[in-house]
């Protein structure tokens, strides 16, 4: 196996401005990507960009899960992560309303060395973000006649199914398991960039998710917790244009009804990022980081899990 470096420059660097013009955001990234393929002097053929959002990938790194100052100074655990990510094409030339799609199919980090039985999870069967974006920025309405509505943002949805979040074998006094059944939101995308995984969303949706938990007789209680469109979020994603680095914060607040203590709130922030300094046969290996604050009451206490890693991945194009 020969390891092959990648280019130098890898310092990720995140620039969001609000798109201003209509025609302006969605030309202002109309510069074509980066060559896949380069050939040196001697004649090799090097691959130099990749994809993050079309890829198989399979983590492992070390992991700290802390609900004090305490627990941040125990030694690390271990995570393991696998997944299916997949993205739709870039728009053609002259294109005027364009979907991005991006599409996480069973991603899903375990945790065998944490939670209240030896094990915990987190992830999702299956996650997508489809924002609509349009040359023109406008939303038309089917009256008569038509109305044009300008809009300064790009507008799409969040669709989220099979998502777990805990302890794979919850018991009394320890973090439930939450198994979420359906989770979606509506998108304002005020980036508007014509790159891939690129977007800064604002969103409102509705979530269903089961919480279960034992109590001291290893009974186990089911708590139904309902979000009416009462959950708010903001997102930040980008990307390199040769896929070399790219990274995320997410921030969520909730207002849901639980069927055990009534009306509650409950926030959440996640971020992550990634850089690939080298690849071993045109196959990348990256390193990785991720964090993860939440805070909800039927947590015994609030939890900061941070995981840092190496990623390995199979480009699928």
């Known amino acids: 196996m020969r390891a092959r470096a990648a280019p130098l420059g890898l310092l990720f660097a995140l620039l969001v401005s609000a798109a201003g013009g209509r025609a302006q955001a969605a030309d202002g990234d109309a510069a074509g990507p980066p060559p896949v393929w380069i050939v040196d002097a001697h004649g090799g053929r090097f691959r130099v960009r990749f994809d993050p959002g079309e890829r198989l990938i399979l983590a492992a790194g070390a992991e700290t899960l802390a609900s004090d100052a305490a627990g941040l100074t125990a030694p690390p655990g271990f995570a393991v992560e696998v997944g299916l990510l997949l993205r739709g094409e870039r728009p053609a030339p002259g294109w ?4 991005k799609r991006n599409h996480e199919i069973a991603r899903l980090r375990l945790h065998p060395a944490a939670g209240a039985r030896g094990a915990a999870v987190e992830g999702a069967l299956y996650r997508g973000i489809f924002l609509r974006q349009s040359r023109e920025g406008t939303l038309t309405l089917p009256l008569t006649p038509p109305l044009a509505l300008s809009l300064p ?3 799409g949805v969040l669709v989220e199914v099979g998502h777990l979040h805990g302890a794979l074998s919850p018991e009394a006094g320890g973090p439930p398991l939450d198994a979420g059944v359906f989770h979606g939101e509506v998108l304002a995308d005020f980036w508007r960039s014509r790159q891939p995984g690129r977007w800064f969303t604002v969103g409102v ?3 269903y998710e089961v919480g ?3 109590d001291a007789g290893e009974a186990l209680h089911l708590d139904h917790q309902v979000s009416p469109m009462t959950t708010l979020s903001v997102a930040l994603h980008g990307e390199r244009a040769d896929g070399l680095a790219t990274g995320g914060v997410r921030a969520e607040a909730s207002h849901r009804w639980s069927s055990v203590r009534g009306w509650e709130r409950a926030y959440r922030v996640d971020a992550d990022a990634e850089v690939t300094p080298l690849a071993a046969n045109d196959r ?7 964090a993860t604050a939440d805070t909800a009451p039927d947590l015994p206490r609030p939890e900061l899990r941070v995981l840092a890693g190496i990623r390995f991945s199979q480009p699928l194009r």
Do not use: C, E, K
């Not at 990348?284 to 991720?290: E, G, S």
């Open 284 to 290: 990348p290996l990256a390193l990785f980081a991720a």
């Open 205 to 207: 949706g509705g979530r």
């Open 212 to 214: 279960m938990q034992r």
């Open 153 to 155: 943002f790009d507008v």
């Open 96 to 99: 005027d309303v364009n979907w």
